[in-house]
C-alpha cells in the first residue's frame, strides 16, 4: 500500500485547508485510516482516525470539533477538513493505514510521506 498525501501549504489563523490522501490498494475499504501529525521539536501525535467503513472515528482533544476526517472508498482517498486553524496546528501531517481490524488500530503499516501545514498570523 502506497499512500500519498496532499494539501499543505500556509494558511491564516482562523483559515482552513482539507488535506487528501490517496491509497494505491485494491483493499482501501478494509483499512482502518487516520491523520497524525508532528509539530517542529515535538513527538508524532494522533489526529483522527476512520473506521473502514467510516462508522467510527477518533479524534485528538485539541482538534475536537475543528477537524473532521472522512474517506471515499470510490476514490481510495482519505479527507482531513481542518477549519479554525491555530498556530498550534503548525506540523507535518502523515496519513497512516493499518490492516488489522483492532480497533482503535494499536499499529499503523503504512506511512505516507507527509505534508507541511503553517498556520500564521
Known amino acids: 500500500v502506497q499512500l500519498q498525501a496532499s494539501g499543505g501549504g500556509s494558511v491564516q489563523v482562523g483559515g482552513s485547508v482539507t488535506l487528501s490522501c490517496a491509497a494505491s490498494t485494491r483493499s482501501f475499504s478494509t483499512l482502518n485510516m487516520a491523520w497524525f501529525r508532528q509539530p517542529p521539536g515535538k513527538a508524532r501525535e494522533l489526529v483522527a482516525v476512520?473506521?473502514?467503513?467510516?462508522?467510527?472515528?477518533i479524534y485528538g482533544d485539541s482538534v475536537k470539533d475543528r477537524f473532521t476526517i472522512s474517506s471515499d472508498n470510490a476514490k481510495n482517498t482519505v479527507y482531513l477538513k481542518m477549519t479554525d486553524l491555530k498556530p498550534g496546528d503548525t506540523a507535518v501531517y502523515y496519513c497512516?493505514?493499518?490492516?488489522?481490524?483492532?480497533?482503535?488500530?494499536?499499529?499503523?503499516?503504512?506511512w505516507g510521506q507527509g505534508t507541511q501545514v503553517t498556520v500564521s498570523s
Open positions: 476512520t473506521s473502514w467503513m467510516g462508522l467510527r472515528k
Open positions: 497512516a493505514a493499518a490492516q488489522s481490524s483492532t480497533w482503535p488500530p494499536n499499529n499503523y503499516d503504512h
